[in-house]
C-alpha cells in the first residue's frame, strides 16, 4: 500500500511563527501536492512538485513556501504564520496518470 | 462556470435507498476522472476510478458522459457507513488535479 505521512495530526502555532509541515511518500512518486481544506472552498492547491528541486504555484501561494530536496519528501513552509492559516493541510502525491493519494492531513490552528 | 461544480447536498436518504451524485466539468480536455470520500476529519480516499465505459464496484456504479462534460455516482442500497462527502474530481492534461468541494451523503435508520 502507498503510504503518504504526515508529521503531524495536529499544531497550534502562534502568529508570526514560522511553520513547516513535512510530508513523506513511500512510493517513489514523482508528483507531489500541498493543498489546504476549508469548509465551503474545497480543497485548494497551495504548490505542487514534480521532482526534486521542481517546484510550481498553484492557485493560493501567497504566504507559502515548498522545499523538495529529495523525491520522497515535501515540506510546506509558513514563513510567517498568520490567523487566516488555520486550516486542515493536505498533502498528496501520485505517480503520473493514476490517482492521487493522501497523508493524514495536519489541522493547523494559529494563535 | 466553475471548473468541477457539484451538489453541496446533504443528500438525507434513507437507509436501502438508491442515491445519485451528479458532477460537472468545465475542461473538455480532462483525461482522468475520480470519485473519493471523505470521512469527517479525515483525508480523501479514492472510491473509485471513473471510466469511458462506466464501471461497477458492488453497490456503486460512475459514469462518465464527455459530450455534456459530467460524470455520477450511484450508490445501491445505501448503508449507514456510506454517510461520508463525496468528493469528484477531474485532472486535465498537467500535474494537478481539479476538486469539487464535494456533496455530503446522510443515511438514516
Known amino acids: 500500500d502507498v503510504k503518504v505521512t504526515q508529521s503531524s495530526r495536529y499544531l497550534v502555532k502562534r502568529t508570526g511563527e514560522k511553520v513547516f509541515?513535512?510530508?513523506?511518500?513511500?512510493?517513489?512518486?514523482?508528483?507531489?501536492?500541498?493543498?489546504?481544506?476549508?469548509?465551503?472552498?474545497?480543497?485548494?492547491?497551495?504548490?505542487?512538485?514534480?521532482?526534486?528541486?521542481?517546484?510550481?504555484?498553484?492557485?493560493?501561494?501567497?504566504?507559502?513556501?515548498?522545499?523538495?530536496?529529495?523525491?520522497?519528501?515535501?515540506?510546506?513552509?509558513?514563513?510567517?504564520?498568520?490567523?487566516?492559516q488555520t486550516s486542515m493541510y493536505l498533502c498528496a502525491s501520485h505517480p503520473g496518470h493514476t490517482e492521487a493519494f493522501f497523508g493524514q492531513g495536519t489541522r493547523l490552528t494559529v494563535v | 462556470r466553475k471548473?468541477?461544480?457539484?451538489?453541496?447536498?446533504?443528500?438525507?436518504?434513507?437507509?436501502?435507498?438508491?442515491?445519485?451524485?451528479?458532477?460537472?466539468?468545465?475542461?473538455?480536455?480532462?483525461?482522468?476522472?475520480?470519485?473519493?470520500?471523505?470521512?469527517c476529519r479525515k483525508e480523501p480516499k479514492l472510491l473509485m476510478s471513473v471510466y469511458s465505459s462506466g464501471n461497477e464496484d458492488g453497490r456503486f456504479t460512475a459514469q462518465l458522459n464527455r459530450a455534456s462534460q459530467y460524470i455520477s455516482l450511484l450508490i445501491r442500497d445505501s448503508k449507514l457507513s456510506d454517510s461520508a462527502t463525496y468528493l469528484c474530481v477531474v485532472k486535465g492534461q498537467g500535474f494537478s488535479f481539479i476538486f469539487g468541494k464535494g456533496t455530503r451523503l446522510l443515511v438514516k435508520p
Not at chain 1, 504548490?47 to 523525491?71: A, L, Q, T
Not at chain 2, 443528500?11 to 480532462?30: I, K, L, R
Request: proline share 5%; hydrophobic share 30%; net charge negative.
Open chain 1, 21 to 84: 509541515l513535512e510530508c513523506v511518500q513511500d512510493m517513489d512518486h514523482e508528483n507531489m501536492f500541498w493543498y489546504r481544506q476549508d469548509p465551503g472552498l474545497g480543497l485548494r492547491l497551495i504548490y505542487f512538485s514534480y521532482d526534486v528541486k521542481m517546484k510550481e504555484k498553484g492557485d493560493i501561494p501567497e504566504g507559502y513556501s515548498v522545499s523538495r530536496e529529495k523525491k520522497e519528501r515535501f515540506s510546506l513552509i509558513l514563513e510567517s504564520a498568520s490567523t487566516n
Open chain 2, 3 to 39: 471548473e468541477v461544480e457539484q451538489d453541496p447536498g446533504p443528500f438525507n436518504v434513507p437507509e436501502g435507498a438508491t442515491v445519485a451524485f451528479n458532477c460537472t466539468y468545465s475542461n473538455s480536455a480532462s483525461q482522468s476522472f475520480f470519485w473519493y470520500r471523505q470521512d
